[in-house]
């Protein structure tokens, strides 16, 4: 029977790949929050692409879709949801927001982890919000011929309860103790979760959600201002590896979480590189244009105008369609496609 107790994480020795990237991510932690008390204007932007990202991107995931206008539309609060997709996406919006606002008076317990499964079916048909399974579930995998194999057998739904209040309960004792570093403790928590699988649907979701509640908690908010959840479904292959190497053996306490630890660290390193690249773009006291270049210049291949606007978050779209027009029109980026196809590359 499994059992958890996470203080035995204190006990493992750890490789020099997982401790140096500890130590990458401690030191770009540390840089951002010296960015953060600056609190230039540019961060407001970065949290409000973030937020459309996060969403957009979590929901994508388990194949809940809808138009990029109308995810910005619904992130935005310009409209009501149209179809089942959307008021799931709305859901999804609203315990994003309420993490973003609240993290510091979030305890990690069954009781609000519910709730917070609650909010996310709350524009849902679904009656299953806020409610731990009560149908054995099934993580099944997709062969090439069209078949399908169950990939891993979650716990019953009888045993749900008590195990996410163990997980919950070792894990605040866990960080209590302060003997182990949270970035161990996360993916750790966040595969058990996943193993248990304790609601009907939506734990995949929920998962990314309580990722990105439990890395705020322990001062990692770079989430805030560029989207873990986008950086995950670009990698979702890597992703369901790494969940897959850990959770074998999971029923029998003999699970390897190392898998799991270092796809999660370097996907948050990834998002604090990424945080410092937009950040030299946006506090570069240049025009306009020279901001739009600096941008193009740190992409290589070919670029979208959504590509520009998530790393230049002070400039306008039109500001920005501008831009590329006057470079486009002197030669020094050519324009490829029509339409939503469009893309652009420098010209050598």
């Not at 919000?129 to 078949?147: C, L, M």
């Not at 950086?231 to 992703?239: A, D, F, V, W």
Request: neutral net charge; aromatic residues 10%; contains cysteine.
């Amino acid at each position: 029977m499994r059992t958890f107790d996470y203080t035995k994480l204190a006990e493992m020795q750890w490789d020099s790949e997982t401790l140096g990237l500890i130590a990458q991510i401690h030191e770009y932690k540390g840089r951002q929050e010296l960015y953060l008390k600056r609190k230039p204007v540019e961060l407001d932007r970065l949290v409000e692409i973030a937020k459309i990202q996060s969403t957009e991107s979590s929901n994508k995931i388990e194949g809940i879709v809808t138009t990029n206008a109308r995810i910005k539309q619904l992130c935005l609060e310009k409209t009501t949801p149209r179809t089942r997709d959307e008021k799931e996406i709305l859901g999804y919006r609203d315990v994003l927001n309420t993490i973003h606002e609240n993290f510091e008076y979030i305890p990690i317990r069954a009781s609000y982890i519910l709730q917070l499964h609650r909010d996310l079916y709350s524009y849902s048909e679904k009656a299953i919000g806020g409610r731990f399974k009560n149908t054995q579930n099934y993580i099944s995998e997709q062969r090439e011929d069209g078949s399908s194999f169950v990939r891993f057998t979650p716990l019953a739904p009888f045993e749900t309860p008590e195990a996410v209040d163990s997980i919950c309960e070792s894990y605040n004792r866990a960080i209590d103790s302060s003997a182990i570093d949270p970035l161990l403790l996360i993916p750790v928590f966040i595969t058990d979760f996943l193993c248990i699988h304790p609601f009907n649907d939506g734990n995949g979701r929920m998962s990314r959600l309580l990722t990105t509640l439990l890395l705020y908690k322990s001062g990692y908010v770079v989430g805030k201002y560029i989207s873990i959840e986008s950086k995950i479904e670009k990698n979702k292959s890597l992703y369901y590896d790494a969940l897959q190497d850990s959770s074998i053996g999971w029923h029998e306490n003999n699970n390897d979480p190392i898998p799991f630890i270092k796809y999660l660290l370097g996907i948050v390193l990834s998002a604090y590189r990424e945080f410092e690249k937009r950040i030299d773009i946006v506090s570069e006291k240049k025009s306009n244009t020279e901001i739009v270049k600096i941008a193009i210049g740190q992409i290589i291949g070919k670029f979208t105008k959504r590509d520009l606007m998530e790393l230049c978050p002070t400039l306008s779209k039109a500001t920005i369609e501008n831009i590329l027009k006057q470079l486009t029109e002197s030669g020094e980026i050519e324009r490829h496609e029509k339409g939503r196809n469009t893309f652009y590359t420098v010209k050598n």
